[in-house]
């Protein structure tokens, strides 16, 4: 299957601050999945992207696709105290197997 | 539209018994995942079932095994349970394999003392 680094591992921010987290493959994907799993639940689809270059927005959330398909990231503007979790990406492939990242666990101070 | 559903909530075992965790899916959706949640740590993929078969397995010991019934339900089998497998294992449906965006139930928390 196809492995990713996810960066950072953990990140605290103030309340109103930006937030970004990095997947990147060392070999080019097929498309990437977003998910999200707030604490103490299960994780959530949140978007998938396929093309290169694609950028996809969800209210404060970006979501893009590198060129290259090696990387990929999300973006908030704003943080809320709703943000709060864990976001993991997943690149997908025809064998079914989807692997996700380790994860970025945001930690947003009100 | 019922989300997936995930039996028992919580489950205690000791050392060396075996485990039974069901999984029933979102209607219509033909794929099953089973994967293993270790605390604070990531998802680890176990098993794929797609159309009542076995399409991928993660790296896991062969003591963990599973099936996918007609109706596309599916159960998760550990045998000769370890501490180590304590864990929150998590099933999610999709509409058809190698894809589709995952749904997930809210997981069984295995505890093995």
């Known amino acids: 299957g196809q492995q990713v680094m996810q960066i950072p591992q953990y990140q605290h921010v103030q309340e109103g601050e930006d937030f970004t987290t990095y997947c990147n493959s060392s070999t080019t994907l097929s498309n990437i999945q977003w998910y999200k799993q707030r604490p103490g639940g299960h994780p959530v689809f949140l978007i998938q992207?396929?093309?290169?270059?694609e950028v996809k927005k969800q209210k404060r959330l970006t979501f893009q696709f590198g060129e290259a398909k090696k990387n990929s990231s999300l973006h908030i503007t704003a943080t809320q105290t709703t943000d709060v979790g864990t976001y993991f990406c997943a690149p997908t492939s025809n064998t079914g197997k989807l692997i996700f990242g380790q994860g970025t666990t945001l930690q947003v101070k009100p | 539209e019922a989300g997936v559903t995930q039996s028992p909530t919580h489950l205690i075992k000791t050392r060396g018994q075996q485990a039974t965790l069901r999984c029933s899916p979102i209607?219509?959706?033909?794929?099953v995942y089973w994967y293993q949640q270790a605390l604070g740590l990531g998802l680890q993929f176990l098993l794929w079932?797609?159309?009542?078969?076995?399409?991928n397995r993660g790296n896991f010991p062969p003591r963990f095994s599973g099936r996918q019934f007609p109706n596309y339900s599916s159960e998760l089998n550990v045998n000769a349970l370890e501490l180590e497998d304590s864990a929150l294992y998590l099933c999610?449906?999709?509409?058809?394999?190698?894809?589709?965006?995952?749904?997930f139930g809210n997981g069984t928390r295995l505890t093995v003392t």
């Open positions: 209607s219509g959706h033909t794929s």
């Open positions: 992207l396929v093309k290169s270059g």
């Open positions: 079932y797609d159309e009542g078969e076995e399409r």
């Open positions: 999610a449906s999709s509409l058809q394999g190698g894809g589709s965006p995952l749904h």
